[in-house]
């Protein structure tokens, strides 16, 4: 069964970046759509980006466009989300899910497979 590790996660002041990972050991995530999810206390879970298996193709929630960046690393069998500018409305439990499925991104917590999740802090 398919085990997502997310990791990179952290306090940073506002304007600072960070890098979330997610890997899955034993399991090649190239054949996965990959979605980045975030919740925070009290609010829905909120699709945040997605990247697509067939072409690599990517979509972005409106917040977050601009500064937030999802990318594949087919060589490490990890994805990323590079965070630049964060704001304190970024604060949130990070999830990244995987889906061998879908075709297309989507941005709708419909994914098969989460992870743990992983905590983000902008603070000053």
């Known amino acids: 069964q398919l085990q997502l590790v997310e990791s990179g996660g952290g306090l940073v002041q506002p304007g600072g970046s960070l890098r979330l990972s997610c890997a899955a050991p034993?399991?090649?995530?190239?054949?996965?759509?990959i979605g980045w999810f975030r919740q925070a206390p009290g609010k829905e879970r909120e699709g945040v980006s997605c990247i697509s298996s067939s072409d690599g193709s990517t979509i972005y929630a409106d917040s977050v466009k601009g500064r937030f960046t999802i990318s594949r690393d087919n060589t490490k069998n990890t994805v990323y989300l590079q965070m630049n500018s964060l704001k304190p409305e970024d604060t949130a439990v990070y999830y990244c899910?995987?889906?061998?499925?879908?075709?297309?991104?989507?941005?709708?917590?419909?994914?098969?497979?989460w992870g743990q999740g992983t905590q983000v802090t902008v603070s000053s």
């Open positions: 899910a995987a889906d061998a499925l879908f075709r297309l991104c989507t941005l709708r917590p419909e994914f098969a497979s």
């Open positions: 034993g399991f090649t995530l190239d054949y996965y759509a």
